[in-house]
């Protein structure tokens, strides 16, 4: 039975979530948008395959989560035009919804263990405070990002495999662990370590094994089936994705890091000071409980992404959703006596960032995009100074060149058709293009009052995103 309180602080956290699915517009990582949307459009028949990535001409990705957004847009369809912002929204609730969900049933998978606790109304509303209220939280997962998705399903197989367990529960269990596996293949460190922690601490059975290894052999096959048909030839996404990356070493040409790299990239992106006591609350699970399912799920899934030399923060996301769980944990196991001091310094720092990534763009270059999609005039051509790199053909009803240009080609340019638009990056760029009597400001990232403020005035190179049209009409 939740608490009073606990109800409180889900209210609290299901806010925090719709307002990241409202305002957090936008992609945090460019294979949110061009491995997901971008297939996402072309199965709505936006555009054709040939705005997809390599990594779908050569079969790497699974069918199954974009199709999880066309089959939603299907239904979204029988009564609504198809306005690619709004399917973004969309597919942010979606995603939310999968997330808020799990914490939930994250609560319920480790519901015993609070019980067999003296204080455990206390423990349960410390449990939800954390999930309610980390910063992090509503903005992960309002993401459209694999590392979301893969995680909420995870964390329902994990519900199924701690239950009372009958064959129908592991058969469910493997299911929807197969699901998280085939969301993101490097889940399959996180499932197995969790399958053997209950095969070694909780004797889980040799034959609901077996029924566990059938589901999630099931759920691969029905993948199987859909990325056959949706490619278009037979095609084994977990293999293509190994013989790419691995054997043919794909992933090289990203970059390598050191071991320790996440430990800098968590205490960066992280935001110090709390990134140092997500960090610490980390090693003392692992140091000081060894034995923990908290410490199976977590420490090798860390130390197999620390071995590969490709590193990107996000990889590690499906760390971070058991960090409410993880801190309520050392609070029951430790005995620890939270003092209000402790939460107030805790969340001095941490609402502030709670209320921000929940009501910023996770892209800023989204107000960009949503101006030219409501712009009355179709802007095909746009001159730059850098090469802009453009995966967001989903929000866009037209395709649009970028065309490099340098700034003594202004004048000439700027006159060379009845409408001339440059995409200006900064003060400088913007106020060299402004000089010709023709060109005004089409689309500003900020308000223009912003860019008069005398600090802004002495940097020239502050980044400023301007559309300026140029009308020679």
Request: aromatic content about 22%; charged content about 15%; glycine content about 2%.
């Amino acid at each position: 039975m939740l608490s009073g309180k606990s109800k409180k602080y889900i209210a609290v956290g299901i806010i925090f979530h719709l307002l990241a699915v409202i305002f957090s517009i936008g992609f945090f990582r460019h294979d949110e948008q061009r491995e997901l949307l971008q297939t996402v459009g072309y199965q709505l028949g936006f555009y054709d395959s040939s705005y997809l990535s390599f990594q779908f001409h050569a079969h790497l990705r699974p069918w199954l989560q974009p199709l999880l957004y066309v089959w939603c847009s299907k239904i979204y369809s029988i009564f609504f035009d198809l306005n690619p912002n709004h399917l973004a929204t969309l597919f942010r609730f979606v995603s939310s919804l999968f997330g808020i969900s799990s914490l939930y049933v994250l609560y319920k998978t480790f519901e015993e263990r609070f019980q067999e606790t003296k204080n455990d109304t206390k423990n349960q509303e410390y449990y939800f405070f954390f999930a309610a209220t980390l910063w992090f939280l509503p903005f992960l997962h309002a993401r459209t990002s694999n590392e979301n998705l893969c995680s909420s399903f995870f964390i329902f197989g994990l519900y199924y495999l701690a239950k009372k367990i009958s064959m129908r529960d592991a058969f469910i269990a493997g299911m929807l662990l197969g699901i998280s596996f085939i969301l993101r293949f490097q889940m399959i460190v996180m499932i197995s370590t969790s399958v053997l922690w209950f095969l070694f601490f909780r004797k889980y059975s040799i034959k609901n094994l077996l029924v566990l290894i059938f589901g999630f052999l099931l759920a691969g096959a029905i993948s199987t089936a859909l990325d056959s048909h949706y490619y278009g030839q037979f095609t084994f996404t977990p293999y293509n994705y190994f013989n790419v990356n691995i054997i043919q070493k794909y992933v090289d040409q990203f970059g390598s890091s050191p071991w320790y790299a996440y430990f800098i990239q968590a205490f960066k992106d992280g935001v110090p000071p709390l990134s140092l006591f997500f960090i610490f609350t980390f090693l003392l699970l692992w140091i000081k409980f060894p034995k923990s399912l908290l410490t199976w799920i977590t420490l090798p899934f860390f130390l197999v992404h620390s071995l590969i030399a490709h590193k990107e923060f996000r990889f590690i996301f499906p760390m971070v959703f058991f960090l409410p769980m993880i801190f309520t944990f050392l609070i029951m196991e430790l005995n620890l006596v939270v003092k209000k001091s402790w939460v107030i310094l805790f969340q001095v720092f941490n609402i502030p960032l709670l209320i921000y990534f929940s009501l910023i763009p996770a892209s800023n270059l989204m107000k960009y995009y949503e101006h030219l999609y409501y712009k009355k005039d179709l802007v095909e051509k746009v001159y730059v100074t850098n090469q802009f790199e453009d995966y967001t053909k989903f929000y866009l009803k037209n395709d649009i060149k970028y065309i490099l240009y340098t700034p003594r080609e202004i004048k000439k340019l700027a006159a060379s058709d009845k409408k001339v638009y440059f995409f200006a990056m900064n003060l400088q760029e913007r106020d060299l293009i402004l000089e010709n009597a023709q060109c005004r400001i089409d689309f500003s990232l900020f308000p223009r009052w912003l860019y008069n403020l005398e600090i802004l005035k002495k940097r020239r190179t502050f980044r400023s995103w301007t559309l300026v049209e140029c009308s020679n009409q």
